[in-house]
């Protein structure tokens, strides 16, 4: 078994020392914030989808021309000159080429890969030369300014063609990763193919009970089923879309009763019925009557993951409970005086709140004995959070004033939009949402929520009814592309620019204040 098939067939994506995310220097990005290590391992820590960025950075790595020098400027022919010597023994890949099938040329045209993909029979490109062009094809969707905004319906639909007839679980994942993505950057334009076409695809493979499918490729299906409903469905009515939900719990409960559960499967599920509950909550006008029976009815469920002994399992469900909380209804039962008696010291809540409060202070207290020093303050943060979450929640309508100090939203962790702002975000509804979203657009993600507005909608929890949507976005589009680092023409700009635009924009907003207090 192969290095690459080892960490694909493995539970998780992560490797000692907290794992990484993959070669940053095997291949070209476009100026895109970093992620601070809070938002990393909080949005992060307990899903393995970075595994597949790493192995396709590692694929890419195994092209035959260097491409950090050629991705920034579109030419291909900038290699470097030593790019020869690195790579003395013919590759797979270089046969082909000398076939006269693939050229440098091809390794930096989307259209061009998608044709030697789809055009160009398999004894002419072999299957590891495959893997190489579909890795190659979306590190260009990914990190190349001309490609990453640009959808095309022909390349969608040639996409979903090349997963159907994948013959690899290499091949199948990375045509799924490519897929998702081109997509998910306009569902405008691509919902009807993405409903019609792609995700009763990957429903067909979701619900098989035996082991056509592998674990790694139906992990994969789910957080990639749950992420396109997101960009697809967010907004409308959402109806009918229970079944859904209703399909991801009985895989965990499958699994759960299984003798060798999935830990990438269930955490995989437990984020996506997270993602229905808030497709639920947004499109049907937040908080209802409706939304707390189905809340009501699947908690039961939820909590009893909980008690479950893997450490991930744990932690996606706790986060799931958390944003039960966040989405109920805690003052439904004032509005119907026949339904509720006023005099009860106690409002609805989606569970039993002292029995769930209870099993999180001991998994708080118990922690985890096999994890490491750092993943288990990671951990205990998780517990705690959720705990003030549920407690701020259950309080918030009870003697306000009294109570404001004393329960508090937890700042759950910071999301960085761009090299000087990022956001507070205390809502779980926005952390599930960010994480499919990373899920989808990879090393693009931050380009993509500053960019395209179409992402943009889709991160945080629209207020309804005057409540606080658990996150500081109020500022969120006057971020402007210069201070991303982006000229108007979307050419990546060098840092002293950068710095030179930003410090001058300081200093024009610095002198219209100035101004203003004068003249006022």
């Given at each position: 078994?192969?290095?690459?098939?080892?960490?694909?067939?493995?539970?998780?994506?992560?490797?000692?020392?907290?794992?990484?995310?993959?070669?940053?220097?095997?291949?070209?990005?476009?100026?895109?914030?970093?992620?601070?290590?809070?938002?990393?391992?909080?949005?992060?820590?307990?899903?393995?989808?970075?595994?597949?960025?790493?192995?396709?950075?590692?694929?890419?790595?195994?092209?035959?021309?260097?491409?950090?020098?050629?991705?920034?400027?579109?030419?291909?022919?900038?290699?470097?000159?030593?790019?020869?010597?690195?790579?003395?023994?013919?590759?797979?890949?270089?046969?082909?080429?000398?076939?006269?099938?693939?050229?440098?040329?091809?390794?930096?045209?989307?259209?061009?890969?998608?044709?030697?993909?789809?055009?160009?029979?398999?004894?002419?490109?072999?299957?590891?030369?495959?893997?190489?062009?579909?890795?190659?094809?979306?590190?260009?969707?990914?990190?190349?300014?001309?490609?990453?905004?640009?959808?095309?319906?022909?390349?969608?639909?040639?996409?979903?063609?090349?997963?159907?007839?994948?013959?690899?679980?290499?091949?199948?994942?990375?045509?799924?990763?490519?897929?998702?993505?081109?997509?998910?950057?306009?569902?405008?334009?691509?919902?009807?193919?993405?409903?019609?076409?792609?995700?009763?695809?990957?429903?067909?493979?979701?619900?098989?009970?035996?082991?056509?499918?592998?674990?790694?490729?139906?992990?994969?299906?789910?957080?990639?089923?749950?992420?396109?409903?997101?960009?697809?469905?967010?907004?409308?009515?959402?109806?009918?879309?229970?079944?859904?939900?209703?399909?991801?719990?009985?895989?965990?409960?499958?699994?759960?009763?299984?003798?060798?559960?999935?830990?990438?499967?269930?955490?995989?599920?437990?984020?996506?019925?997270?993602?229905?509950?808030?497709?639920?909550?947004?499109?049907?006008?937040?908080?209802?009557?409706?939304?707390?029976?189905?809340?009501?009815?699947?908690?039961?469920?939820?909590?009893?993951?909980?008690?479950?002994?893997?450490?991930?399992?744990?932690?996606?469900?706790?986060?799931?409970?958390?944003?039960?909380?966040?989405?109920?209804?805690?003052?439904?039962?004032?509005?119907?005086?026949?339904?509720?008696?006023?005099?009860?010291?106690?409002?609805?809540?989606?569970?039993?709140?002292?029995?769930?409060?209870?099993?999180?202070?001991?998994?708080?207290?118990?922690?985890?004995?096999?994890?490491?020093?750092?993943?288990?303050?990671?951990?205990?943060?998780?517990?705690?959070?959720?705990?003030?979450?549920?407690?701020?929640?259950?309080?918030?309508?009870?003697?306000?004033?009294?109570?404001?100090?004393?329960?508090?939203?937890?700042?759950?962790?910071?999301?960085?939009?761009?090299?000087?702002?990022?956001?507070?975000?205390?809502?779980?509804?926005?952390?599930?949402?960010?994480?499919?979203?990373?899920?989808?657009?990879g090393a693009a993600f931050h380009t993509q929520l500053l960019r395209n507005a179409n992402i943009k909608k889709h991160v945080f929890?629209?207020?309804?009814?005057?409540?606080?949507?658990?996150?500081?976005?109020?500022?969120?589009?006057?971020?402007?592309?210069?201070?991303?680092?982006?000229?108007?023409?979307?050419?990546?700009?060098?840092?002293?620019?950068?710095?030179?635009?930003?410090?001058?924009?300081?200093?024009?907003?610095?002198?219209?204040?100035?101004?203003?207090?004068?003249?006022?």
């Amino acid at each position: 078994m192969s290095d690459l098939q080892r960490r694909l067939l493995s539970p998780s994506g992560k490797t000692k020392g907290g794992g990484s995310r993959g070669s940053s220097r095997s291949h070209s990005r476009v100026s895109t914030p970093g992620l601070s290590d809070d938002e990393d391992s909080y949005l992060n820590n307990d899903l393995d989808f970075n595994q597949l960025d790493e192995l396709l950075a590692k694929k890419l790595g195994e092209l035959s021309v260097e491409p950090s020098r050629t991705s920034r400027s579109e030419n291909p022919q900038s290699t470097s000159p030593n790019s020869s010597k690195k790579l003395k023994e013919p590759s797979d890949l270089d046969q082909v080429k000398r076939n006269k099938e693939i050229t440098n040329q091809d390794l930096y045209s989307t259209d061009n890969l998608i044709s030697s993909l789809t055009s160009t029979s398999r004894t002419q490109v072999s299957q590891e030369s495959r893997e190489l062009l579909l890795a190659q094809l979306f590190n260009l969707y990914t990190t190349s300014s001309r490609y990453q905004h640009t959808y095309d319906e022909f390349q969608l639909e040639q996409l979903i063609r090349v997963f159907i007839n994948a013959k690899t679980e290499n091949e199948k994942l990375f045509a799924l990763k490519c897929g998702a993505y081109m997509g998910a950057i306009d569902t405008k334009e691509s919902s009807q193919i993405i409903v019609d076409e792609f995700l009763p695809l990957l429903k067909r493979d979701i619900i098989v009970d035996d082991d056509s499918v592998s674990v790694t490729l139906k992990a994969n299906y789910i957080m990639a089923f749950s992420s396109l409903l997101l960009v697809v469905m967010d907004g409308s009515g959402c109806y009918g879309i229970e079944e859904n939900s209703e399909m991801f719990l009985e895989v965990i409960e499958g699994q759960l009763n299984s003798k060798n559960a999935s830990t990438s499967i269930v955490v995989n599920s437990l984020q996506s019925v997270g993602i229905i509950l808030t497709l639920i909550y947004s499109g049907r006008g937040g908080p209802s009557s409706s939304l707390n029976d189905y809340l009501i009815e699947i908690a039961p469920r939820v909590v009893a993951v909980i008690d479950h002994p893997d450490f991930q399992i744990q932690l996606s469900a706790t986060k799931l409970i958390g944003l039960i909380y966040e989405l109920f209804d805690y003052d439904e039962g004032n509005e119907d005086e026949e339904e509720y008696d006023e005099s009860e010291a106690f409002q609805p809540s989606p569970y039993h709140d002292e029995e769930i409060l209870y099993s999180l202070r001991e998994l708080y207290n118990k922690g985890n004995k096999k994890t490491s020093k750092r993943d288990k303050s990671d951990t205990k943060s998780v517990f705690k959070d959720v705990i003030q979450s549920i407690e701020y929640y259950l309080n918030q309508n009870k003697e306000p004033d009294r109570l404001q100090d004393i329960y508090v939203l937890p700042t759950l962790t910071r999301l960085k939009i761009s090299r000087t702002k990022s956001y507070e975000i205390s809502s779980w509804f926005t952390i599930l949402r960010v994480s499919s979203l990373r899920y989808l657009f990879g090393a693009a993600f931050h380009t993509q929520l500053l960019r395209n507005a179409n992402i943009k909608k889709h991160v945080f929890k629209p207020s309804f009814n005057g409540l606080n949507s658990g996150s500081h976005e109020e500022n969120f589009d006057d971020i402007d592309d210069d201070e991303y680092g982006y000229s108007s023409s979307h050419s990546p700009l060098s840092d002293k620019k950068k710095t030179q635009m930003l410090q001058k924009k300081r200093s024009e907003k610095a002198r219209e204040r100035v101004h203003s207090d004068f003249v006022g």
